[in-house]
């Protein structure tokens, strides 16, 4: 019986020069923050408060996902052996459930307005929906470079998103109601924008879950890896195969693979080379066997 280990010493998803951009985000989203809920309170508009929410969510993702950073950095020691990448995804679920309560409170509150609809002041809640939503598209250009290479960044661009979508919903909002006078148009924009956060962030804390649960990654098809591995010369068949990752990016492999005639090492290097060049697989651990583990023990299990 032999084994391989194959693997990259990569950094982790988010470069230390990446941590500039959610610096500035978060700054300007504070800053912001204060004068929206200020203004929203002084408008009476539940569109605005929603959208300060939102905001306030905003702010609280970019926080997170910077300790994420400064967490993830720390090497791995005797009692981590794997690091601290994983607090990445614990930040990106929790600011997935952070952003379901919201949505989930805007909705309640909206429903209670629409029962008894307060007076609204447009002019200033179209004023301060515009400085919002200029305030969103900086920092949605800020963390777009960083959105697909970290659920955690991903996570806080989503929540940039929908308060970006929360300031347009805003701003024709008061559009509607300085020229109609419908101020229901207001409760009627916040049920929107929760409807619109509430599957995107069910996306987001699906796919921390499945990291969280060492599920395969969703980039990675488990049964073409199979398909793959069993098509090399001198593997005749592939068991306990398993394929998870760590963090956004950071997958890992471990497989048995059944070789009566090969030679281990020759073939331990070449699957290692086609899960890395085929798959992106850079962390592989391979143990070749002369026959199964499970029938050399006894042990008829998978």
């Given at each position: 019986?032999?084994?391989?280990?194959?693997?990259?010493?990569?950094?982790?998803?988010?470069?230390?020069?990446?941590?500039?951009?959610?610096?500035?985000?978060?700054?300007?989203?504070?800053?912001?923050?204060?004068?929206?809920?200020?203004?929203?309170?002084?408008?009476?508009?539940?569109?605005?408060?929603?959208?300060?929410?939102?905001?306030?969510?905003?702010?609280?993702?970019?926080?997170?996902?910077?300790?994420?950073?400064?967490?993830?950095?720390?090497?791995?020691?005797?009692?981590?052996?794997?690091?601290?990448?994983?607090?990445?995804?614990?930040?990106?679920?929790?600011?997935?459930?952070?952003?379901?309560?919201?949505?989930?409170?805007?909705?309640f509150e909206a429903y209670q307005r629409i029962k008894s609809p307060p007076a609204i002041e447009s002019t200033g809640m179209l004023v301060i929906a515009t400085l919002g939503l200029v305030i969103n598209l900086i920092s949605m250009k800020l963390l777009a470079a960083g959105k697909d290479e970290s659920l955690n960044v991903k996570g806080a661009y989503l929540e940039v998103w929908s308060d970006m979508l929360g300031s347009i919903g805003v701003i024709v909002g008061?559009?509607?109601?300085?020229?109609?006078?419908?101020?229901?148009?207001?409760?009627?924009?916040?049920?929107?924008?929760?409807?619109?956060?509430?599957?995107?962030?069910?996306?987001?804390?699906?796919?921390?879950?499945?990291?969280?649960?060492?599920?395969?990654?969703?980039?990675?098809?488990?049964?073409?890896?199979?398909?793959?591995?069993?098509?090399?010369?001198?593997?005749?068949?592939?068991?306990?195969?398993?394929?998870?990752?760590?963090?956004?990016?950071?997958?890992?492999?471990?497989?048995?693979?059944?070789?009566?005639?090969?030679?281990?090492?020759?073939?331990?290097?070449?699957?290692?080379?086609?899960?890395?060049?085929?798959?992106?697989?850079?962390?592989?651990?391979?143990?070749?066997?002369?026959?199964?583990?499970?029938?050399?023990?006894?042990?008829?299990?998978?």
């Amino acid at each position: 019986m032999s084994s391989g280990h194959s693997h990259s010493h990569a950094p982790a998803a988010i470069q230390p020069g990446k941590e500039r951009p959610l610096w500035i985000a978060l700054i300007l989203t504070n800053t912001f923050l204060v004068a929206e809920v200020v203004g929203g309170v002084v408008t009476g508009s539940l569109a605005l408060i929603s959208d300060a929410a939102h905001m306030f969510t905003d702010a609280a993702a970019l926080a997170i996902a910077l300790a994420a950073i400064r967490v993830g950095k720390r090497p791995a020691d005797a009692k981590r052996t794997f690091g601290y990448h994983r607090f990445e995804i614990i930040a990106a679920a929790f600011n997935a459930l952070l952003l379901f309560g919201v949505a989930i409170y805007i909705l309640f509150e909206a429903y209670q307005r629409i029962k008894s609809p307060p007076a609204i002041e447009s002019t200033g809640m179209l004023v301060i929906a515009t400085l919002g939503l200029v305030i969103n598209l900086i920092s949605m250009k800020l963390l777009a470079a960083g959105k697909d290479e970290s659920l955690n960044v991903k996570g806080a661009y989503l929540e940039v998103w929908s308060d970006m979508l929360g300031s347009i919903g805003v701003i024709v909002g008061a559009i509607v109601i300085r020229f109609t006078g419908w101020t229901w148009v207001d409760s009627a924009i916040a049920v929107l924008i929760g409807l619109w956060v509430l599957p995107r962030t069910w996306i987001l804390l699906r796919d921390s879950v499945n990291i969280l649960l060492e599920g395969v990654p969703a980039d990675l098809d488990i049964a073409a890896i199979r398909r793959a591995l069993v098509g090399v010369p001198g593997v005749s068949s592939v068991h306990e195969l398993h394929v998870w990752a760590m963090t956004s990016g950071k997958a890992s492999l471990s497989v048995h693979l059944v070789s009566p005639k090969g030679d281990a090492d020759k073939l331990t290097r070449a699957c290692a080379h086609l899960l890395e060049e085929k798959f992106a697989l850079h962390h592989t651990t391979i143990q070749v066997e002369k026959v199964p583990c499970e029938m050399a023990s006894g042990d008829h299990r998978y």
